[in-house]
């Protein structure tokens, strides 16, 4: 089940990929439907596809418990089903020395794989709905991520090669998302399992597989094994002794010097995107402070043509006034001078009277 030990990668092709942009070639096409939905969507999907599911339709869940601080433990792996023949339902736990989360979830989504390319599987099934709580790997899934850092590489090509298989035999395949800590019934079997086998292992794990530098094939447990049917000295007997008969590998190690060089291309990517965050906060800071002040300017720019215009009107309305009172004192001139040449007529033809008045008693007199 492991693949041969392969040769070392080069330093500038593991260097590449993680200074550069992943090249078209080194993409994966693991799988054409990988849907990831909001909580409340993906729950209410995947307890419909449970409770109530399609016609030739296969529902598998998947769970792993793998260590979380790289301790050389053994990582176990739940895969659990109802039979598409009978409708009971059927789970298999397999046990593998890989102490790395991702590596843990993409042996469970092999192991999915190959209980639906089954034969006594696809001969009644048309479609396949593998249900994981992991967004992580889901979202790099649906990237194309060649998982560099995974030291067994059929780990990463059984998937698409496996998923492939299935469509040579018209069987869709679909990955879904489910939010962990939910209360879906399959979902919550099979976390249960992968933890209780997890413990069961570590009890009857030998010491020289505790060695990071070997490996072994996995180990599947299958049937009353893992549904409950056995005991658990049975089960631990049975494990210890499969266990005991493994065939010790040599593990394929990446070199100090190639993870050194891998943490700091990842750290330098982080920083990189972090100043570019940074750089666009500042940024978008500065064109909101420039809209704020255009703004401003605007509000100034109407008040003071309002102001103009106010001062336009009072001007027009004093020129008015002085106008008009102007045109009264001219008036009031006018009509001064005409009375005033009406009284000198006047005094004129009164003196003119006096004087023939005065000329008639001349005369009387003479």
């Known amino acids: 089940m492991t693949s041969p030990a392969p040769a070392a990668i080069p330093d500038t092709i593991l260097r590449d990929h993680f200074t550069s942009k992943p090249r078209r070639d080194d993409n994966y096409t693991y799988a054409t439907s990988i849907h990831i939905k909001s909580k409340a969507q993906a729950t209410a999907f995947a307890r419909t596809s449970y409770t109530q599911p399609p016609k030739r339709t296969l529902a598998i869940w998947i769970n792993s418990t793998v260590s979380g601080d790289l301790r050389n433990e053994p990582c176990a792996i739940a895969v659990g089903y109802n039979s598409p023949t009978t409708a009971d339902w059927t789970a298999q736990v397999t046990i593998a020395h890989y102490t790395s989360a991702n590596e843990a979830i993409l042996l469970s989504i092999g192991e999915a794989l190959r209980v639906a390319t089954s034969p006594k599987i696809t001969e009644h099934v048309d479609r396949v709905l593998i249900f994981s709580d992991v967004q992580r790997v889901l979202k790099s899934m649906r990237q194309g991520h060649p998982f560099g850092l995974v030291r067994d590489r059929w780990l990463v090509d059984d998937i698409p ?119 666009r906060r500042i940024k978008d800071k500065a064109e909101r402070e420039t809209r704020k002040i255009e703004k401003e300017m605007r509000k100034l720019v109407r008040k003071d043509g309002m102001k103009v215009e106010e001062q336009e009107v009072l001007g027009l309305a004093y020129d008015g006034e002085m106008e008009v009172e102007e045109q009264e004192v001219l008036g009031l001139a006018d009509d001064s001078v005409a009375t005033t040449y009406e009284h000198f007529d006047n005094f004129e033809e009164q003196e003119r009277q006096c004087m023939l008045v005065e000329e008639f008693e001349n005369m009387d007199l003479v």
Do not use: C
């Open 161 to 279: 090669h496996l998923t492939k298989q299935l469509a040579e035999k018209s069987v869709e395949v679909e990955f879904h998302w489910l939010p962990p800590l939910h209360r879906i019934e399959p979902h919550q079997r099979m976390r249960h399992a992968s933890q209780r086998f997890k413990k069961l292992a570590l009890a009857e794990y030998p010491p020289e597989l505790l060695d990071r530098s070997v490996s072994f094939p996995p180990v599947r447990l299958n049937g009353k094994l893992v549904t409950g049917g056995a005991g658990e000295d049975f089960v631990g007997d049975w494990l210890g002794a499969a266990l005991k008969d493994v065939k010790v590998l040599p593990r394929r190690e990446l070199s100090r010097d190639l993870r050194v060089q891998a943490r700091q291309a990842i750290n330098q990517r982080r920083k990189e995107r972090k100043e570019k965050a940074r750089a």
